[in-house]
């Protein structure tokens, strides 16, 4: 799986977060504008119902039709909504913007439902009569405390959801306003989390190659700091160590030199790890790329190769003459001693 950065991680996670909690509050405060909108309608055409409930009541205008239809005419051009009488039966009496003897009987109305039980009733739907949304409201009209009738008012909805909508485009625009500050601020929160560690990480890589010279950038939280601090301590001694290797690897280098007696280092697959001069010049071979290669491949000599797969497989110190007929005659006194690990 390909890892990623982690600003790419933080950044993205904080932006869906944010968009979740924008859409998720807008979602809420529409609702509640539309439900404050909507209410506030509502009680309005509650006092203008009232008023018109009262006007009938106080005239007695049910008991004389057509002059209840002028009325009715009258008070919605006043009121600014259209009036509707039905009886408690749900036969419509009138209408002040259609013939009552079309209309279907509104017994089964929703609002007029609630009216006809005492309450105040209302609901939003579609009029198949005047081909738009209306926001309807009704109230109970009692005559010595009789139930006879019931007042509905209605006004076209679509014009309070354009003002509506207004509100809403507004709650979006300030919603993106909020995501676009909001990301402003997740970018610096993501840079200031992910930068120091980005920089450590930088240093981590100098310090693996062997470059010591720049200390990591502890920069940020406690713990960073903390953390680079630890790697600073970490490189500067590994540094003193690797400086005190290789010091004691050209003292060896220059003891080995110097030695009349040869050395000859090998591991435990008798590989040749190390040999000085004076050992190349007593068995004969070129010092030159013979490091990693088996004694085998290098020495000719059988008593020598029997010497070192003795001492092998020896945990004591060993001694032997050998003696050499090339060139010259030689007697080589070899000497062995096993170098162990100090872990093991």
Known sequence: ??????????????????????????????GIIRKFYIDTVISDMKVRADLITNRIIDNNLLSMPEKLQKECI??????GVRITIIRNDGKVLNDSH????LMDNHKDRPEII?????????SIRYSYTLKRELLYLAVPCFYDNNLKAVVRVAIPFSDYQKTLL????????????????????????????????????????????????????????????????TMNLMAKQLDQRIRTISMQQKEQEAMLRS???????????????????????????????????HVYEVIRHKEILEFIDEAMGEKNHLEKEVVIEANEYKVLLLSSDLIKDESE
């Open 1 to 30: 799986m390909k890892s990623r950065k982690l600003f790419t991680l933080i950044f993205p996670s904080f932006l869906i977060i944010i968009l979740i909690a924008v859409i998720l509050l807008g979602s809420y405060e529409s």
């Open 74 to 79: 009258q008070l919605s051009r006043i009121a």
């Open 98 to 101: 259609k013939n009552p003897e």
């Open 114 to 122: 609630k009216a006809l039980s005492g309450n105040t009733g209302h």
């Open 166 to 229: 207004k509100y809403q485009l507004k709650l979006i625009w300030g919603g993106l306003i909020i995501l676009f500050l909001s990301g402003i601020v997740s970018y610096l929160i993501s840079k200031g989390i992910s930068r120091p560690i980005e920089e450590i990480k930088k240093g981590a890589d100098r310090f693996a190659k062997g470059d010591f010279s720049l200390p990591v950038d502890g920069t940020g939280t406690k713990e960073i700091t903390a953390l680079a601090d």
């Open 259 to 293: 030695m009349k007696e040869g050395i000859l280092a090998v591991d435990q697959e008798e590989k040749i790890i190390k040999i000085n001069k004076a050992a190349s010049v007593y068995l004969g071979i070129d010092r030159k790329d013979i490091n990693k290669k």
